[in-house]
């Protein structure tokens, strides 16, 4: 199953969803994280030279 990273963001914010054995800042914290080492893999190492770029 998908969720879009806005949706499960809000979804855990509000309480409507959990990770099981976090808290709620907590799982926001790893689900940050793993939105930003997803990014990262994405655009390479050096990603900063991408956006100057653009």
């Known amino acids: 199953m998908v969720y879009p990273f806005k949706g499960l ?27 930003d080492g997803v990014l990262k893999g994405y655009m390479g190492d050096d990603s900063q030279t ?3 770029e653009l």
């Open 9 to 35: 963001y809000i979804a855990i914010k509000t309480g409507r969803a959990s990770f099981k054995g976090f808290r709620r800042l907590e799982a926001l914290q790893r689900l940050n994280a793993y939105k």
């Open 50 to 52: 991408l956006f100057e």
